[in-house]
């Protein structure tokens, strides 16, 4: 508990922006209630999942549609489909944040100062706003749709990807 207090502590502004995101896309949740075909498809493949089947015309993986399956459970698949996008973007926004520090900002700065450090949290905070802001972030982030968690999932695996590297001896995964 106490590590969490410090990364918090570490990194409050992108923690008031990430409730500032979260409750600003909550109000908006039903303001935009278009939803379409893929939408539905991975609904019904989540409500075959809950009845222990698979659509046999269905084309995608089934881990998405796994996550959906509480929403058909509690009879509010678009409602919960939509909450959990915005819970996977705001990973998004987190990893984005984390990727800007780790790999983009210069760390080899002969000044590490407190003043370089917070100015290169703050480079990554605008890189994380920045992302939030496009319109396709914006669009794809209250979707009930795979792709905010395929995006996660990849900067996830970009931001692991050179730790493993090195941990297996600069083997080729």
């Known amino acids: 508990m106490q590590n969490l207090h410090k990364i918090v502590s570490a990194n409050r502004p992108l923690f008031i922006f990430i409730i500032g995101y979260l409750v600003i896309r909550v109000l908006l949740l039903n303001a935009n209630y278009t939803e379409w075909g893929d939408t539905f498809r991975m609904i019904r493949a989540a409500d075959y999942l809950s009845n222990g089947s698979w659509p046999w015309d269905e084309k995608r993986w089934p881990l998405y549609s796994v996550f959906l399956i509480p929403g ?29 520090l780790k790999f983009i900002s210069r760390k080899d700065d002969s000044l590490h100062s407190s003043t370089v450090a917070s100015q290169r949290k703050l480079y990554a905070l605008l890189a994380s706003i920045f ?15 795979a792709d905010p968690l ?15 590297y090195k941990k297996n001896n600069h083997r080729v995964l």
């Open 72 to 100: 058909i459970w509690l009879n509010a698949p678009i409602f919960w489909g939509r909450m959990l996008s915005i819970f996977i973007s705001t990973g998004s926004i987190v990893m984005i944040y984390a990727f800007y």
């Open 150 to 164: 395929f995006a996660l999932l990849i900067l996830i695996y970009f931001y692991y990807l050179p730790d493993l």
């Open 131 to 145: 992302a939030v802001t496009s319109s396709i972030f914006g669009y794809w982030s209250i979707r009930v749709m």
